[in-house]
């Protein structure tokens, strides 16, 4: 019983985000929901604890996350999901942060992303338009996913139909090899991702 009792954190007396605090979030944030990434308006937004309120979170500018409103989660299973999704994230807006400050970050070891027989360095560059360029997106592959706005996607087309929606603002079914490029290391110019499946077909049938 003692044990449990230690383990205990006591709980901020504040609850609820101050009026400054979420303006602070809203912009250092970009604006965008961390739940689905979609653009958020100042008047729709709630700002959901990272560590919940409940298990000692505190209410600060640290321990929130905005989020639409009908976004926020609040089922301990969800919460849970957020919690693993927020690490990308915050991964993203910081290293955003050092680079719009003008620091540079060393380049650090990570696992390639592999799909179909075609290797991506880690920390390549990417990039995908749709729509004749009307919808562009930018990203970068890191430890062996690809990373947009601070989400993880595990496939090309998982990423695209993601992202790229059709005129009509319905989503898309999209084949994503059709559509990224990469700017591999050395090169200063981009290459689409389904060329370089075409190479490893190719030496798959040599």
């Avoid at 505190?58 to 996350?65: F, M």
Wanted: aromatic share 8%; net charge neutral.
């Amino acid at each position: 019983m003692v044990a449990n009792l230690d383990e205990l954190k006591p709980k901020d007396p504040t609850r609820s985000f101050g009026d400054t605090i979420r303006r602070i979030l809203f912009f250092e944030q970009e604006k965008l929901c961390a739940v689905c990434m979609k653009e958020v308006a100042f008047d729709d937004m709630e700002v959901h604890h990272i560590t919940p309120h409940s298990q000692g979170g505190k209410t600060s500018l640290n321990n929130g996350a905005i989020v639409h409103k009908a976004c926020h989660p609040k089922s301990e299973q969800e919460v849970s999901a957020f919690y693993e999704k927020w690490r990308l994230r915050k991964s993203y807006l910081h290293q955003k942060k050092m680079q719009d400050r003008g620091f540079s970050q060393p380049p650090e070891a990570g696992t390639d992303y592999e799909q179909d027989g075609v290797v991506i360095p880690h920390g390549t560059p990417a990039k995908m338009e749709y729509q004749n360029g009307e919808q562009v997106y930018e990203g970068r592959f890191e430890d062996g996913v690809l990373m947009v706005n601070g989400l993880a996607y595990s496939s090309l087309s998982s990423a695209a139909n993601a992202l790229a929606v059709t005129k009509n603002g319905k989503k898309t079914n999209l084949n994503g090899w059709l559509y990224w490029k990469v700017l591999l290391p050395g090169d200063d110019h981009w290459t689409p991702v389904r060329s370089l499946r075409d190479r490893a077909e190719s030496k798959d049938q040599e």
